[in-house]
């Protein structure tokens, strides 16, 4: 027997043991607090905005298959793609909010509401703070709420286990 395939079989066992203490055995979860929220992406300019309006809604083809909602106003649109991505603190969760003084809402927004739905094999655990901003973890774990889910006033109440 060569001595790297016995080095090999010696190491191996403790490699598997040491791998499985390493993997988690669930996750818990809770509403992260949106004032300690940072924004990672950036808010896109006027003038991008009425690049991408143009561009997206001179396609010919939405109009005709009802995929135009947007494209009726620049003020729909510009509301609706005037957005950066925002994390938790920790990077657990993101969001896509409004660039039009969501920093202000952020810092005064209290309470949530926590909610959990599969698409597939991915989990969606959501934060809803209301206003529009929800913030939202995808895993392959399944997710189930402990408690109610409503949490206007105790976050405790707004935990979720993902195994």
């Excluded at 189930?144 to 979720?160: L, V």
Aim: contains cysteine.
């Amino acid at each position: 027997m060569k001595p790297g395939f016995l080095v090999v079989l010696l190491v191996l066992p403790a490699f598997a043991a040491s791998a499985g203490e390493r993997l988690p055995a669930g996750e818990r979860l809770s509403c992260p607090d949106p004032a300690a929220a940072v924004q990672v992406g950036n808010c896109p300019g006027e003038a991008e905005l009425r690049y991408s309006f143009n561009g997206f809604c001179s396609d010919n083809r939405r109009i005709y298959q009802d995929d135009a909602a947007l494209c009726v106003d620049y003020a729909d649109y510009r509301k609706a793609k005037n957005v950066a991505q925002w994390e938790s603190a920790d990077g657990t969760f993101t969001a896509y909010l409004s660039c039009d003084s969501v920093a202000v809402r952020l810092s005064t927004v209290r309470g949530a509401r926590m909610t959990v739905s599969r698409q597939g094999q991915i989990s969606r655990l959501g934060c809803d703070y209301g206003e529009g901003i929800v913030f939202t973890h995808r895993t392959r774990l399944q997710c189930r709420i402990e408690g109610d889910g409503n949490c206007p006033d105790d976050q405790q109440r707004c935990i979720a286990r993902c195994e």
